[in-house]
């Protein structure tokens, strides 16, 4: 805790205005509006970043009573500083620095341990499982889930509490040159973890050797005691060498000068055993993962136990009890329309926070539930303890709390504590009604779907609470076929497109066809967190059902018919108009709108420049300026677009760039018209990499937000978001000769084969194409092909070169692996027919760090 006085000394500020209270602390560091939980004491950093301006949400911060502000400079301050009476202002440089030099600052205040991690693969399981091993000899703050970023280091560096911790554990993350000397300067860490050094080619980076260094950066300030890192890595190695850090190292290589090595003693399936022999000493431990990545993370582990002294048979007791971290909260179609958020593998106030905030998130109407078990592990007394529960409620919307656990229910019983203290956090009146249960079978013999009908319900629990079975419970039916959908990679797509954007340059996303397949409510409400700027929808449907659901960014609808004109009022959607007998239409039903009626939408006008699909021709520009001109007052122009014939073709780029010429004459043409500038755009998704000089003012992000390099130049650069999967029904062996399914297409050629049933089939939007060998799917990591037709509901693979597949495995039927235009080529068609085609019957499941 700081003094906001002691601010502008300690962050090198200019204070702007001093708050009314000149003792006011700062006790929350809260970097987004939309989160803010307790407005006292609370802290904001206006934040800038390439589409994002922090400053633009002061006056809705100040309207919840946030009164303390970090802001870049006054004349940043929307209103001017007469807008905010009695808050205390401050301007400086850079926030983001500021940030972290408060959080350094505080750093300094915590005297005992701090370990930091880094590398490329593993830090939060890494962080997660020392946390638990270590948690019986330390009192630990580490970072919630993957918080590891610029910004995300300082907030769980903020989190220390010298009085009552002993140790803090920090993971740390760069994507640039420059970016890990900062977090070493805030994190300041006395032992070090380096994973591991990944493969794969990063974005940020000149060279391999480049993010090493950059990386390493974390582990040099002479407070740096140890550092664990893996022998086997020769790079890592030579860099620990040259730069002279204390190293402390293991290995799985024999007779290497490592501290600690480490030798498999069974290699069969399940538990393994691993004898380590160090200087001193040789034991056998039991690990209770035995695929590699676990392995890995488990010797760091298991080398900062053992440099630590734990006595080798606690160690194992431990290790014992290592269970695996979930590491996403799942989103999930519940029973009688509910939609459920499951996060039920820990629950400390960190975690806990995180969900809510999640939950805030949803702009997805209806009731919201938190099941919540008892919270462990906050060192809080238990009236301390659920009083900060409390308050964390009302900022999420929370209207019912069902508390499972005998701590939480006796709380809540006797003294009706959790809901006098989230009266008193809301200060308002909120309908918190409360439910408490001792056990979670208590909860579980009188649950009723029903009583869930068309909410949105938080499910949270601590592990040991089994809180999977109410999940199970409320979870709508799935057949075995799934398409899931990772939000974390759709928005580390989003930010590598905006990466490429000039600032200011606005993005369109478009979710047409349910967001090309991955689920047009999620991605929209996703894209409004992200802050897009408009999203595009082919049709008027689909644009009423995004509003219904709660999304509110404008919404561009690209073919909608003329009688929803109204509609799209009444929706606030806004019509692409490309024809003369749509503008007319437009103009007949708006032209003579009384005053009290809503307003007309915005248009969008439709340029044709080669597609030769939709558009005014450049032929037909004199009467459309002639019409414009005319009803100018009644036809509200938000944009002119055109659409690009092959964006993604380098042999077309003469035609291309002949398309672009033709834009930019019509539309300037368009605005003389006018009398005002519109916003113009041209671009899709391959386009917005090919040709950076026609961005405009704003571009269309389609195919490469869901993953799918389009262009061909940055593969590398973005994530697969959807992976389908289904799973085996049954095995059957084929002897030599038979055949298999209709028609009997497949055979069984000359020798016995085993043939796994599928249970995907073209109704669940399996393409038929794919059968007789053309497909493939991946089953325990290795390819199948498919034999026989596709049926309706399921499909044949040969799983002869598997012999351990067996039924009920996962088969993936595209996704990591097995990646989209690869399965696409293979049929003769693009990555977007299989992404579109997904039929709506299987189930989506959303998936987020
Ligand atoms: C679908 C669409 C886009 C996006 O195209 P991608 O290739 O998926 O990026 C852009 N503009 C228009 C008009 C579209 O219909």
Not at 505 to 528: H, I, P, Q
């Given at each position: 805790m700081f003094a906001f006085s002691l601010l502008p000394r300690l962050l090198a500020g200019h204070l702007l205005q001093a708050p009314a209270d000149p003792a006011a602390e700062v006790r929350h560091l809260l970097l987004d509006s939309r989160r803010v939980g307790l407005p006292a004491g609370a802290l904001f950093f206006a934040l800038r970043g390439p589409s994002h301006d922090g400053h633009r949400y002061l006056p809705a911060l100040y309207a919840q009573g946030v009164r303390l502000f970090i802001v870049e400079a006054a004349h940043e301050l929307p209103g001017g500083l007469s807008a905010y009476p009695g808050a205390g202002i401050m301007a400086v440089p850079s926030s983001l620095a500021a940030l972290q030099a408060l959080a350094a600052a505080h750093r300094a205040t915590f005297a005992g341990p701090v370990l930091a991690i880094t590398g490329s693969n593993g830090k939060t399981i890494v962080k997660e499982w020392l946390a638990q091993l270590l948690s019986p000899d330390e009192d630990i703050c580490r970072s919630p889930r993957s918080y590891n970023s610029q910004v995300g280091v300082p907030l769980s560096v903020w989190e220390l509490n010298p009085a009552r911790h002993t140790l803090g554990i920090f993971e740390a993350g760069i994507s640039e040159v420059g970016e890990?000397?900062?977090?070493?300067?805030?994190?300041?860490?006395?032992?070090?973890?380096?994973?591991?050094?990944?493969?794969?080619?990063?974005?940020?980076?000149?060279?391999?050797?480049?993010?090493?260094?950059?990386?390493?950066?974390?582990?040099?300030?002479?407070?740096?005691?140890?550092?664990?890192?893996?022998?086997?890595?020769?790079?890592?190695?030579?860099?620990?060498?040259?730069?002279?850090?204390?190293?402390?190292?293991?290995?799985?290589?024999?007779?290497?000068?490592?501290?600690?090595?480490?030798?498999?003693v069974t290699s069969a399936d399940g538990p393994t055993r691993w004898r380590a022999r160090t200087a001193n000493d040789t034991h056998e431990f039991t690990l209770p993962f035995?695929?590699?990545?676990?392995v890995e993370n488990a010797l760091?582990?298991?080398?900062?136990?053992?440099?630590?002294?734990?006595?080798?048979?606690?160690?194992?007791?431990?290790?014992?009890?290592?269970?695996p971290v979930a590491m996403r909260l799942e989103m999930k179609l519940g029973r009688h329309?509910?939609?459920?958020?499951?996060?039920?593998?820990?629950?400390?106030?960190?975690?806990?926070?995180?969900?809510?905030?999640?939950?805030?998130?949803?702009?997805?109407?209806?009731?919201?539930?938190?099941?919540?078990?008892?919270?462990?592990?906050?060192?809080?007394?238990?009236?301390?303890?659920?009083?900060?529960?409390?308050?964390?409620?009302?900022?999420?919307?929370?209207?019912?709390?069902?508390?499972?656990?005998?701590?939480?229910?006796?709380?809540?019983?006797?003294?009706?504590?959790?809901?006098?203290?989230?009266?008193?956090?809301?200060?308002?009146?909120?309908?918190?009604?409360?439910?408490?249960?001792?056990?979670?079978?208590?909860?579980?013999?009188?649950?009723?779907?029903?009583?869930?009908?068309?909410?949105?319900?938080?499910?949270?629990?601590?592990?040991?609470f089994g809180f999977e079975r109410i999940v199970a419970a409320l979870q709508a039916q799935q057949h075995g076929t799934v398409l899931e959908v990772n939000l974390d990679a759709l928005s580390h797509n989003l930010q590598h497109y905006r990466r490429?954007?000039?600032?200011?340059?606005?993005?369109?996303?478009?979710?047409?066809?349910?967001?090309?397949g991955a689920g047009s409510y999620e991605v929209a409400s996703l894209l409004e967190f992200q802050r897009a700027d408009y999203l595009a929808v082919a049709y008027a449907d689909e644009g009423i059902a995004l509003r219904e659901a709660g999304i509110s960014l404008p919404i561009m609808v690209m073919n909608p018919a003329p009688d929803s004109f109204d509609l799209l009022r009444h929706y606030r959607l806004e019509p692409e108009i490309y024809s003369f007998e749509m503008l007319d239409e437009y103009l007949a039903t708006f032209r003579t709108l009384d005053e009290t009626a809503p307003p007309a939408p915005r248009i969008h006008l439709k340029l044709d420049t080669g597609m030769r699909r939709l558009g005014f021709d450049e032929a037909d520009l004199p009467a459309l300026l002639a019409r414009l001109r005319t009803h100018a007052a009644h036809l509200p122009v938000a944009s002119a677009m055109t659409h690009l014939a092959a964006?993604?073709?380098?042999?077309?780029?003469?035609?291309?760039?002949?398309?672009?010429?033709?834009?930019?004459?019509?539309?300037?043409?368009?605005?003389?018209?006018?009398?005002?500038?519109?916003?113009?755009?041209?671009?899709?998704?391959?386009?917005?990499?090919r040709f950076p000089d026609a961005h405009f003012d704003m571009v269309r992000l389609g195919i490469g937000l869901y993953g799918v390099d389009a262009s061909g130049r940055d593969t590398d650069a973005l994530r697969p978001v959807s992976e389908l999967r289904t799973t085996i029904s049954q095995i059957k062996t084929l002897p030599a000769g038979h055949t298999v399914g209709y028609g009997r297409r497949g055979v069984a050629a000359d020798v016995a084969r085993r043939?796994?049933?599928?249970?995907?089939?073209?109704?669940?939007?399996?393409?038929?194409?794919?059968?007789?060998?053309?497909?493939?799917?991946?089953?325990?990591?290795?390819?199948?092909?498919?034999?026989?037709?596709?049926?309706?509901?399921?499909?044949?693979?040969?799983?002869?070169?598997?012999?351990?597949?067996?039924?009920?495995?996962?088969?993936?039927?595209?996704?990591?692996?097995?990646?989209?235009?690869?399965?696409?080529?293979?049929?003769?068609?693009?990555?977007?027919?299989?992404?579109?085609?997904?039929?709506?019957?299987?189930?989506?499941?959303?998936?987020?760090?």
């Amino acid at each position: 805790m700081f003094a906001f006085s002691l601010l502008p000394r300690l962050l090198a500020g200019h204070l702007l205005q001093a708050p009314a209270d000149p003792a006011a602390e700062v006790r929350h560091l809260l970097l987004d509006s939309r989160r803010v939980g307790l407005p006292a004491g609370a802290l904001f950093f206006a934040l800038r970043g390439p589409s994002h301006d922090g400053h633009r949400y002061l006056p809705a911060l100040y309207a919840q009573g946030v009164r303390l502000f970090i802001v870049e400079a006054a004349h940043e301050l929307p209103g001017g500083l007469s807008a905010y009476p009695g808050a205390g202002i401050m301007a400086v440089p850079s926030s983001l620095a500021a940030l972290q030099a408060l959080a350094a600052a505080h750093r300094a205040t915590f005297a005992g341990p701090v370990l930091a991690i880094t590398g490329s693969n593993g830090k939060t399981i890494v962080k997660e499982w020392l946390a638990q091993l270590l948690s019986p000899d330390e009192d630990i703050c580490r970072s919630p889930r993957s918080y590891n970023s610029q910004v995300g280091v300082p907030l769980s560096v903020w989190e220390l509490n010298p009085a009552r911790h002993t140790l803090g554990i920090f993971e740390a993350g760069i994507s640039e040159v420059g970016e890990m000397a900062r977090l070493a300067e805030v994190i300041k860490p006395t032992e070090g973890i380096f994973t591991n050094l990944g493969t794969a080619h990063d974005a940020g980076f000149a060279s391999h050797e480049q993010k090493l260094r950059e990386k390493l950066k974390l582990f040099q300030g002479p407070q740096l005691q140890r550092l664990f890192y893996c022998y086997d890595q020769p790079l890592v190695r030579a860099a620990v060498a040259e730069l002279q850090l204390p190293g402390f190292s293991w290995t799985r290589q024999p007779d290497q000068p490592a501290d600690v090595y480490f030798a498999a003693v069974t290699s069969a399936d399940g538990p393994t055993r691993w004898r380590a022999r160090t200087a001193n000493d040789t034991h056998e431990f039991t690990l209770p993962f035995a695929d590699e990545p676990s392995v890995e993370n488990a010797l760091h582990c298991l080398a900062v136990l053992l440099h630590r002294g734990v006595e080798p048979a606690e160690l194992q007791r431990r290790l014992t009890r290592l269970h695996p971290v979930a590491m996403r909260l799942e989103m999930k179609l519940g029973r009688h329309d509910s939609y459920l958020l499951d996060d039920t593998y820990n629950n400390d106030l960190a975690g806990l926070s995180l969900a809510l905030n999640a939950l805030a998130r949803q702009p997805r109407p209806g009731r919201r539930t938190l099941i919540l078990s008892d919270v462990l592990e906050s060192g809080l007394g238990s009236a301390e303890l659920y009083a900060q529960v409390a308050a964390l409620l009302p900022a999420a919307g929370i209207t019912r709390l069902i508390g499972i656990g005998e701590e939480i229910s006796q709380l809540g019983v006797k003294s009706e504590g959790l809901r006098v203290a989230a009266l008193e956090a809301a200060e308002s009146e909120p309908q918190l009604s409360t439910q408490f249960f001792p056990s979670t079978e208590a909860f579980l013999a009188q649950l009723n779907p029903a009583n869930f009908a068309r909410e949105v319900v938080l499910i949270k629990g601590a592990r040991r609470f089994g809180f999977e079975r109410i999940v199970a419970a409320l979870q709508a039916q799935q057949h075995g076929t799934v398409l899931e959908v990772n939000l974390d990679a759709l928005s580390h797509n989003l930010q590598h497109y905006r990466r490429q954007l000039r600032p200011g340059t606005r993005l369109m996303v478009m979710v047409k066809a349910f967001a090309y397949g991955a689920g047009s409510y999620e991605v929209a409400s996703l894209l409004e967190f992200q802050r897009a700027d408009y999203l595009a929808v082919a049709y008027a449907d689909e644009g009423i059902a995004l509003r219904e659901a709660g999304i509110s960014l404008p919404i561009m609808v690209m073919n909608p018919a003329p009688d929803s004109f109204d509609l799209l009022r009444h929706y606030r959607l806004e019509p692409e108009i490309y024809s003369f007998e749509m503008l007319d239409e437009y103009l007949a039903t708006f032209r003579t709108l009384d005053e009290t009626a809503p307003p007309a939408p915005r248009i969008h006008l439709k340029l044709d420049t080669g597609m030769r699909r939709l558009g005014f021709d450049e032929a037909d520009l004199p009467a459309l300026l002639a019409r414009l001109r005319t009803h100018a007052a009644h036809l509200p122009v938000a944009s002119a677009m055109t659409h690009l014939a092959a964006a993604d073709d380098p042999a077309h780029d003469d035609f291309t760039q002949a398309q672009l010429a033709a834009f930019r004459r019509m539309a300037a043409a368009l605005e003389e018209a006018l009398g005002h500038p519109v916003i113009k755009h041209a671009l899709n998704s391959a386009g917005i990499l090919r040709f950076p000089d026609a961005h405009f003012d704003m571009v269309r992000l389609g195919i490469g937000l869901y993953g799918v390099d389009a262009s061909g130049r940055d593969t590398d650069a973005l994530r697969p978001v959807s992976e389908l999967r289904t799973t085996i029904s049954q095995i059957k062996t084929l002897p030599a000769g038979h055949t298999v399914g209709y028609g009997r297409r497949g055979v069984a050629a000359d020798v016995a084969r085993r043939i796994a049933t599928l249970a995907i089939g073209y109704a669940d939007g399996y393409d038929r194409r794919f059968g007789n060998g053309a497909g493939m799917v991946l089953i325990r990591g290795q390819r199948a092909p498919l034999i026989g037709s596709v049926c309706m509901d399921m499909c044949m693979v040969d799983v002869t070169s598997i012999p351990d597949a067996r039924a009920g495995d996962v088969a993936v039927v595209f996704g990591e692996g097995l990646p989209l235009p690869e399965l696409a080529g293979r049929i003769g068609t693009i990555a977007y027919e299989l992404l579109t085609n997904v039929s709506e019957r299987v189930k989506r499941v959303f998936v987020s760090e």
